[in-house]
């Protein structure tokens, strides 16, 4: 059974680029959650899609969009990116409506932005 | 913004020795998680305690959770240098337990 999986997993891109990330979640998971890690922090939440829509969202700016797929899996998508975009950016799955369910983490992507 | 804050931050020791990790939180929550993370990767789940829950172990770990002084406790017993990673505790915002609202961390060194 395949846990959470994310592509790429290094990415280089300059300020003002654009840049998607992937995610495809656990099996059996309906619901995709992803989160920011700057160095020495703690993960911050970005946002959370269930049923292909945006379901919750974190303090951070519309330059941060996404989508899921008819299969649960998902993308993040950061437009005009900028030197503090660098980040570790980390993918979750989970059950929806099972309560106090657990959530996996994938590998996560490492971006840097120059 | 945080919701918890590990204590301390750093932590070395032996291999055979305890360690023992705080978090404390700010909210109401349904449930708190601890997670670890080796360099910089993916997070691992340790363990899961419900709000109504005070103490729980899985294998050399134990979780307690004090929702009084909203705070809890990893301890690592007979730790080994495979243990070496950065450890943190998440909470769900108690409105809903999907969003993890994650502290800073606790940097654990174990010395062979």
């Known amino acids: 059974d395949a846990g959470v999986t994310q592509s790429p997993t290094h990415l280089i891109k300059t300020r003002g680029q654009q840049v998607t990330l992937r995610c495809s979640p656990k099996?059996?998971?309906?619901?995709v959650s992803w989160y920011q890690q700057a160095l020495g922090q703690g993960p911050q939440f970005i946002f959370q899609?269930?049923?292909?829509?945006?379901?919750q969202r974190g303090n951070f700016p519309d330059r941060f969009s996404g989508h899921q797929f008819p299969n649960y899996s998902s993308e993040l998508n950061v437009n005009a990116l900028l030197l503090g975009d660098s980040a570790l950016y980390l993918c979750?799955?989970?059950?929806?409506?099972?309560?106090?369910?657990?959530?996996?983490f994938g590998p996560g992507t490492r971006l840097t932005v120059l | 913004s945080q919701q918890g804050e590990e204590d301390p931050q750093a932590l070395s020791i032996q291999e055979g020795e305890n360690a023992t990790m705080n978090c404390s939180y700010k909210?109401?929550?349904?449930?708190l998680q601890w997670y670890r993370q080796n360099s910089g990767r993916g997070l691992v789940h340790l363990i899961l305690i419900r709000s109504n829950e005070r103490e729980k172990h899985s294998g050399r770990l134990r979780v307690t959770l004090d929702t009084s002084k909203k705070s809890s406790s990893l301890l690592i017993t007979a730790s080994r240098a495979a243990d070496t990673a950065s450890y943190f505790c998440a909470t769900d915002s108690g409105v809903n337990t999907d969003k993890l609202i994650f502290g800073t961390g606790t940097r654990l060194q174990v010395f062979p």
């Open positions: 099996s059996g998971h309906d619901t």
């Open positions: 899609y269930y049923e292909e829509e945006e379901r």
């Open positions: 909210t109401s929550i349904n449930n």
């Open positions: 979750a799955s989970s059950r929806l409506l099972v309560n106090t369910d657990t959530q996996y």
